[in-house]
């Protein structure tokens, strides 16, 4: 086939070329110089249906295309087998073969009619050199995708978030503090105790029917009570300030502010519907709205006393999640902080209930599974856990571990956890067992497993304990770690389920969607943050990498595989780039379909990284199809 009819670009054209070019990542981004010389030395090609541009006869690459109209697919041998890749307005292609100085190694041809701009290899290197962002995008796309795409989630959830510190906030939504009232018969004795053991500065006086009498601060301590040496067996009527200026529900934090400044308060009580106090909001509360920081969450949780201040709590959790997606946070230390705190809030919650029942948890361990295991949980999240206890008879012991572990299950549920459909939890008999029967367990998995029986097992091998005495986990580890390399069949069955979820990119290598509610959209979990997962956790388990997280993992398995640096970046940053995409579909409150997003809320760049993304998922899958598959 003769060469397609190049043509230096006009005088109109340039200019049109140059706002068009700038919509795209990196001419954005580079000297507005850089862009001109890349329009003065490329020339313009027209493509028609089905026309081929490239293929591995053609010897090595001469010009890099950038695609202006139209879209381009590439595909190696038979499509249906290998998958194809589909290039769209603002892609470049063939990257890694032009860099390489090499042929490319599929079948390059138009979809429809297709314009590209294309740029002679040496050009391309002589830019490079004086452009950093051009040579940046082409040694390191995905990196450079995710980078832009992170600074504009920021700026989304910076607006959002200075929003919801605004002082326009409805003191229904800041009083989230359940309040701690007594009946005004109560003696001074009873009520200072209290509010020493809930660490709080105040407590409320309230008739039967939960409305207000009066308060009493720890400010009027001194004055009312230690001065006048008043009896700590009075009543606290006989102290109380009083009457009590409240607020509802809708008013403002900008009236509680007024109220206190005008009246000199630290506290205001936040009235319901029915007259009833239901919140009380503090100056300190205030102040916070501003400041919330890992330090008060995690201080909230541990001092917390009861459950349900635990449950109260938690909702912080999502706040500071929030806060931290303002201020540009990437998706591995926000899903590294919602864990640690939701470790925390695990932690006090087990301290309380194991006191409850009287348990010595130096006598036992609580784990977690799944994304909590490789702490990598996100805002939607459910329950994988399970207890390892020591016991030279465990049929007699198990019932009052149970007991506990059904506690804590219920009470994790109620502080927004939701119970695990699978039953993966310390309160089902199968996951609250010896150290000795989490062995056979696991050696049974291994050894004789089923395929089905391994599908719904391999969450257990991303385990980690939580709380309690770590040392019983540590045969686990060591068990699974130096065990797994040696059983080909285990490694094969793993292999198999591991690609019983497929991309969802389709022959053509284009985003393939599925419909709900008449929209387009991806489900970022199973097609998406899924495949990076299994395939980390079996290349580490086939390599006796110890780590759980996903990204600990491929780090590890890069130089164990001795990938090139660009590939392990690809790997990393594609799988947090959907876990980013899924942080931000769950923060804006899909509770139906937490981990599914429309493909029209992406911008252009979202758009991209997805696409690159699930080209690298592909890639993992085909590499490991070919070590334990063929």
């Known amino acids: 086939m003769s060469d397609p009819p190049h043509a230096t670009p006009s005088a109109s054209l340039l200019g049109h070329l140059r706002s068009e070019l700038c919509a795209h990542a990196p001419f954005a981004q580079m000297q507005a110089t850089h862009v001109e010389r890349f329009l003065a030395a490329a020339s313009q090609a027209y493509y028609g249906p089905g026309e081929l541009l490239l293929a591995p006869e053609q010897g090595p690459v001469e010009h890099l295309l950038f695609v202006r109209q139209g879209a381009v697919t590439a595909q190696r041998g ?21 860099m390489g100085a090499r042929a490319v190694t599929a079948t390059y041809t138009s979809q429809g009619d297709t314009f590209c701009l294309l740029l002679p290899a040496a050009e391309v290197h002589g830019l490079a050199r004086v452009s950093a962002p051009f040579a940046d995008f082409l040694n390191r796309r995905v990196a450079q995708f995710l980078a832009l795409s992170r600074r504009a989630l920021q700026v989304a959830y910076s607006s959002q978030t200075l929003s919801e510190q605004s002082m326009e906030t409805p003191l229904a939504q800041l009083a989230r503090k359940s309040p701690t009232g007594v009946a005004p018969e109560t003696p001074l004795a009873q009520a200072l105790l209290l509010m020493h053991q809930q660490h709080i500065g105040s407590v409320l006086v309230l008739d039967a029917a939960g409305a207000p009498l009066g308060i009493l601060t720890r400010h009027d301590v001194l004055a009312r009570i230690t001065l006048p040496q008043l009896p700590l067996s009075r009543p606290i009527s006989e102290v109380m300030s009083t009457p009590v200026l409240c607020l509802r529900g809708d008013d403002t934090a900008q009236d509680a502010a007024l109220l206190m400044s005008r009246h000199g308060l630290r506290h205001v009580p936040v009235l319901g519907e029915g ?141 927004g956890y939701p119970l695990c459909k699978g039953q993966v939890m310390a309160s ?18 291994m050894e004789h497993g089923a395929p089905e029986d391994l599908l719904k097992a391999s969450i257990y091998f991303d385990f980690r304990p939580i709380w309690g005495e770590a040392r019983l986990a540590r045969p686990l580890r060591a068990l699974v770690s130096d065990h797994a390399a040696r059983l080909p069949r285990f490694m094969r069955q793993m292999a198999e389920n591991a690609l019983r979820n497929r991309t969802p990119l389709n022959w053509l290598g284009a985003v393939e969607a599925q419909q709900i509610g008449g929209r387009e959209g991806v489900d970022l979990k ?26 600990a993992r491929f780090e590890a398995l890069g130089r164990v595989l001795q990938a090139p640096a660009h590939e392990r970046e690809g790997w990393i940053g594609a799988f947090e780039f959907l876990q980013m995409l899924r942080l931000r579909v769950q923060m804006e409150g899909n509770t139906t379909h937490p981990n599914w997003i429309a493909l029209d809320e992406l911008n252009d760049i979202d758009r991209r990284v997805l696409k690159e993304s699930y080209k690298v998922a592909r890639r993992l899958q085909q590499r490991l199809e070919l070590d334990y598959l063929r």
Not at 78 to 94: K, R, S
Not at 431 to 436: A, I, R
């Open 78 to 98: 038979m499509a249906e087998a290998t998958g194809g890749f589909h290039f769209e307005p603002g892609d470049f292609v063939p990257v890694g073969a032009l």
């Open 275 to 415: 007259g009833a106090v239901v919140g009380i909001v503090s100056e300190r509360d205030l102040f916070a709205m501003q400041r919330l920081s890992l330090k008060q969450v995690s201080t909230a949780i541990r001092n917390a006393q009861d459950v349900d201040t635990l449950r109260v709590v938690a909702q912080d959790i999502r706040r500071f999640a929030r806060n931290l997606l303002g201020q540009g946070v990437a998706a591995r230390q926000l899903t590294e902080l919602i864990s640690h705190l939701n470790d925390v809030l695990t932690q006090r919650l087990l301290q309380l209930l194991a006191e409850a029942h009287g348990l010595d948890m130096g006598r036992a361990c609580w784990l977690a599974f799944g994304s909590e295991g490789r702490g990598e949980q996100t805002i939607a999240t459910d329950q994988d856990n399970g207890l390892i206890f020591e016991s030279s008879d465990p049929a007699a012991d198990r019932p009052r571990w149970l007991a506990f572990a059904r506690a804590a299950n219920e009470a994790l549920d109620a502080c």
């Open 428 to 445: 089902n008999p199968a996951c609250c067992l010896s150290q000795q029967e989490w062995l056979e367990a696991f050696s049974a998995w």
């Open 526 to 551: 199973l097609g998406g943050t899924a495949l990076f997962v299994d395939v980390a956790r079996l290349y580490a388990l086939a390599h006796g990498v110890a780590e759980t997280g996903t990204r």
